[in-house]
């Protein structure tokens, strides 16, 4: 499956945990929902994913966690703010860049209606 194809998915799954939470949760619920209903889709989906970065030839562990990845294709960062920023942006870059990946979500859950807090990001 593409990574289109897996946004399309995705999205839908993150429409659907909203459409049952609502905004105003904290952002480890969304993250178990919106990982239960991916399973429910047979999608695979890893949490808090650890990325090093490398600096200076030196592998450091502690730089970065993923909220999800999907399918080791898709970096899934979900947020629960008034507004995306360009910092959160440039988050999600950093990890396609460091991971070398395509394509990332941004989710902010706390809209009213999350198609207005879903921003893609690719590299």
């Known amino acids: 499956m ?6 399309n998915i995705i999205i839908g799954c993150a429409i659907e945990v909203h459409r049952n939470l609502g905004p105003g949760l904290l952002k480890s619920a969304y993250q ?7 399973d ?9 994913v650890v990325l090093p970065i490398v600096y200076k030839g030196k592998i450091i ?7 999800i ?6 970096v899934i960062e979900l ?3 008034e507004d995306i920023k360009e910092n959160h942006i ?20 706390n809209e009213s209606v999350l198609k207005n807090g879903i921003k893609r990001v690719i590299r």
């Open 32 to 38: 178990e929902c919106l990982l239960y209903e991916l």
């Open 69 to 74: 990845i999907v399918e080791e294709k898709v």
């Open 79 to 81: 947020k629960t703010v």
């Open 61 to 67: 562990d502690k730089g970065y966690r993923i909220d």
């Open 40 to 48: 429910l889709n047979g999608i695979s989906a890893r949490r808090e």
């Open 90 to 109: 440039a988050q999600t870059l950093t990890y396609l860049k460091f991971g070398n990946f395509k394509l990332g979500l941004i989710f902010n859950f």
């Open 2 to 7: 593409t990574e289109n194809e897996l946004s």
